[in-house]
Every structure is written in structure tokens, then in C-alpha cells.
């Protein structure tokens, strides 16, 4: 169980990158740190930025001595890091063709027809 001072898993990680995201530029871990609001330890906040950097999630400058720390480019935003989670799990599976058919079977009506939207190519323009 997790109790009043402990995070849900992931918590964290989502913490950091919401601070990332708000930026706009790369941070330094005690930036970090102190917009988390500075109850975490400094060692808390570089074991997550290194996990996920690690994970491909950010990207690492060095500046002086330390590392600066930023999204990257596919972990812009909260859809971006959806869709990558979503594309490193697809990874995982060696039949790819079963678990798309298990994800796209329990899509809501709505998210079906928006996927078959996105997959639809484009109308071609009439030649003149």
C-alpha cells in the first residue's frame, strides 16, 4: 500500500517531465528539484532524471561539471511520451499483429473512427 509520503509509481517521473515541459529549456537538477518543490533529495531527483535519460525520454548537456536536462523530441509533451510508451510496449511483442487487433478491439466507437481517420490516406486532388 502506498501511504501519505510514498509516490504511486511513475508518479515521479511524470513530476519531472511536467516541470520539463513547462521550461522550455533545459534544467539543471537542482532547478529541478527546487520547482518540485524541494522536499525531494537531490540524489532522488538524479536517479529519476538518469532513468530517463536512460529511457530515451530526455536529452543531457553538460554545463560546467553537472548535466542540463530536456524532453526529447518525441517526449515534447504528455501525447508525445503516450505515444512512445505506446510504441516501446508494441516493441516488447514478437506477434505485433495480435496485440494491434487486442489494442484497436477495445477502442471506444469514437477512438476507432478517429483511428481510422489518421490511417486513411488523404483524398487525392482532383487534376484539372
Given at each position: 500500500?502506498?501511504?501519505?509520503?510514498?509516490?504511486?509509481?511513475?508518479?515521479?517521473?511524470?513530476?519531472?517531465?511536467t516541470?520539463?515541459?513547462?521550461a522550455?529549456?533545459?534544467l539543471?537538477p537542482?532547478e529541478?528539484?527546487r520547482?518540485?518543490?524541494g522536499d525531494?533529495a537531490?540524489t532522488t531527483v538524479?536517479t529519476?532524471?538518469t532513468?530517463?535519460?536512460?529511457?530515451g525520454?530526455?536529452?543531457r548537456?553538460r554545463?560546467?561539471?553537472a548535466f542540463?536536462?530536456?524532453p526529447?523530441h518525441?517526449a515534447q509533451?504528455?501525447?508525445?511520451?503516450?505515444a512512445?510508451?505506446?510504441r516501446?510496449e508494441?516493441?516488447?511483442?514478437?506477434?505485433?499483429?495480435?496485440?494491434?487487433?487486442?489494442?484497436?478491439?477495445?477502442l471506444s466507437?469514437?477512438?476507432e473512427?478517429?483511428?481510422?481517420?489518421?490511417l486513411?490516406p488523404p483524398p487525392a486532388?482532383e487534376q484539372r
Amino acid at each position: 500500500m502506498i501511504g501519505p509520503q510514498r509516490r504511486h509509481p511513475g508518479e515521479l517521473e511524470t513530476d519531472v517531465l511536467t516541470v520539463l515541459w513547462a521550461a522550455g529549456a533545459p534544467l539543471a537538477p537542482a532547478e529541478i528539484q527546487r520547482a518540485l518543490g524541494g522536499d525531494l533529495a537531490r540524489t532522488t531527483v538524479n536517479t529519476i532524471l538518469t532513468r530517463l535519460f536512460e529511457k530515451g525520454v530526455l536529452v543531457r548537456t553538460r554545463v560546467g561539471r553537472a548535466f542540463a536536462y530536456a524532453p526529447a523530441h518525441e517526449a515534447q509533451d504528455a501525447p508525445g511520451l503516450a505515444a512512445r510508451r505506446m510504441r516501446s510496449e508494441l516493441e516488447k511483442e514478437a506477434d505485433r499483429q495480435t496485440v494491434l487487433a487486442r489494442f484497436v478491439s477495445g477502442l471506444s466507437d469514437e477512438d476507432e473512427r478517429l483511428l481510422r481517420g489518421l490511417l486513411s490516406p488523404p483524398p487525392a486532388e482532383e487534376q484539372r
